[in-house]
T-cell receptor, first 117, second 111 residues
């Protein structure tokens, strides 16, 4: 298994440009999520999905869109890039617990380092 | 929503010493508490987790304790080694799978 694969690993954009960060997992996990990591701020949740066709907002969703058309893929779209979106982005997936409340650990991708000029 | 506070933000120890990182959470309904280690430039990776029906869990040099009454949990690393140097994140989740993360602790182990 490749686990969680993110592409690209690095990207430089100009303000106002749009782009899509790709995330794919081959573990048949139901849950997928996107985080951004900034110095001293930990991992902040952008958007998440509990299954194909279902998405919801996290703590910092503004300026980002997601969709989940398949179990495997969960792309993150930046609509109009801003310098404040310069960050490291992590995609994660996890298995649904066998019973309600039996949370499972998250598996992270290698991250995408995004700089917006 | 859940709020997780993590302390200290930076911890510097000598090789062989013990290190303790503490986290508090706000919602008493939280029932799952994972800890992740992130080496420089790498992805966060799970090192240990604990559920609300357990008070302590050990894995070699790493242990986690949970005090549900006080709503805090701690990571203990004994006999620290230079390869333990990394950023450590605690997290808590309430019934659903979405964890809330602490802001991280940068652990530096001096040889």
């Amino acid at each position: 298994n490749a686990g969680v694969t993110q592409t690209p690993k690095f990207q430089v954009l100009k303000t106002g440009q749009s782009m899509t960060l790709q995330c794919a997992q081959d573990m048949n996990h139901e849950y997928m999520s996107w985080y951004r990591q900034d110095p001293g701020m930990g991992l902040r949740l952008i958007h998440y999905s509990v299954g194909a066709g279902i998405t919801d907002q996290g703590e910092v969703p503004n300026g980002y869109n997601v969709s989940r058309s398949t179990t495997e893929d969960f792309p993150l779209r930046l609509l109009s890039a801003a310098p404040s979106q310069t960050s490291v982005y992590f995609c994660a997936s996890s298995r649904q617990g066998a019973k309600v409340g039996s949370n499972q650990p998250q598996h992270f991708g290698d991250g995408t380092r995004l700089s917006i000029l | 929503g859940e709020n997780v506070e993590q302390h200290p933000s930076t911890l510097s120890v000598q090789e062989g010493d013990s290190a303790v990182i503490k986290c508090t959470y706000s919602d008493s309904a939280s029932n799952y508490f994972p800890w992740y280690k992130q080496e420089l430039g790498k992805r966060p990776q799970l090192i240990i987790d604990i559920r609300s029906n357990v008070g302590e869990k050990k894995d070699q040099r790493i242990a986690v304790t949970l005090n549900k009454t006080a709503k805090h949990f701690s990571l203990h690393i004994t006999e620290t080694q230079p390869e333990d140097s990394a950023v450590y994140f605690c997290a808590a989740s309430i019934g659903s799978y979405i964890p809330t993360f602490g802001r991280g602790t940068s652990l530096i182990v001096h040889p």
